[in-house]
């Protein structure tokens, strides 16, 4: 059971550069997020999804788009990169009641140079 | 809206010794659940206990237990017997049963360092 599927591990990005940040479950988990973490400040919520084809935003959406055409996943998107966006990106997913555990992702490395 | 804070940037504790992790949330909804996670150096999040606001007595799983004072909003971790594998960065983190979504918030983090 590979659980929640995060690629890449690592990415070097220019200022101005475009990528996407793939993420797939396997869980059949409505309620999948997105998080960047940076020292000091704990893991953040970027944007979260409750469910195929809708999406919300969280404490720092700025900057990052993200779609859900099927259960299974949900793509973070960085139309231009900036340097602020250096950062670790967890994606994570859950089941449905309120002690659901998130599961995560292994996370990816990400520099914009 | 719902808050975590961790006020303890850093611990130090010895080994086979216990030690408290502070985590206090501030919320207005009457059911919410908290969370711990470790995240060792290797960068993973591992689930570590879950306390549930209804929840009539303190969670344990092993060596960890969860020190819930809810008149308090405080829901320290209490990690007994540390070892050297317990270092590490710890992270309590909140969700609302019915505001905000269903999010899981965190806190900003306690690192952990256990000394031989």
């Known amino acids: 059971n590979a659980g929640v599927t995060q690629t890449p591990k690592f990415q070097v990005l220019k200022t101005g550069q475009s990528m996407t940040l793939q993420c797939a479950q396997d869980?059949?988990?409505?309620?999948m997020s997105w998080y960047r973490q940076d020292p000091g400040m704990g893991l953040r919520l970027i944007h979260y999804?409750?469910?195929?084809?809708?999406?919300d935003q969280g404490e720092v959406p700025n900057g990052y788009n993200v779609s859900r055409s099927t259960t299974e996943d949900f793509p973070l998107r960085l139309l231009s990169a900036a340097p602020s966006q250096t950062s670790v990106y967890f994606c994570?997913?859950?089941?449905?009641?309120?002690?659901?555990?998130?599961?995560f992702g292994s996370g990816t490395q990400l520099s914009v140079l | 809206a719902q808050k975590i804070t961790q006020t303890q940037p850093g611990m130090f504790v010895q080994e086979k010794e216990a030690v408290t992790l502070d985590c206090t949330y501030d919320?207005?909804?009457?059911?919410?659940?908290l969370f711990w996670y470790k995240q060792p150096s290797s960068g993973e999040m591992i689930f570590l206990i879950y306390?549930?606001?209804?929840?009539?007595q303190n969670a344990t799983e092993g060596r960890y237990s969860l020190n819930f004072q809810k008149a308090r909003k405080s829901a320290n971790l209490v990690i007994s017997a540390s070892q050297l594998g317990d270092s590490a960065m710890y992270f309590c983190?909140?969700?609302?049963?019915?505001?905000?979504?269903?999010?899981?918030?965190f806190g900003q983090g306690t690192e952990l360092s256990v000394k031989p």
């Open positions: 994570a997913s859950r089941g449905p009641g309120l002690n659901e555990k998130l599961f």
């Open positions: 869980m059949n988990h409505e309620y």
């Open positions: 999804s409750v469910g195929a084809g809708i999406t």
């Open positions: 919320t207005s909804d009457p059911s919410y659940g």
């Open positions: 306390q549930g606001s209804y929840d009539q």
């Open positions: 983190a909140m969700r609302e049963a019915y505001n905000q979504g269903g999010k899981l918030i």
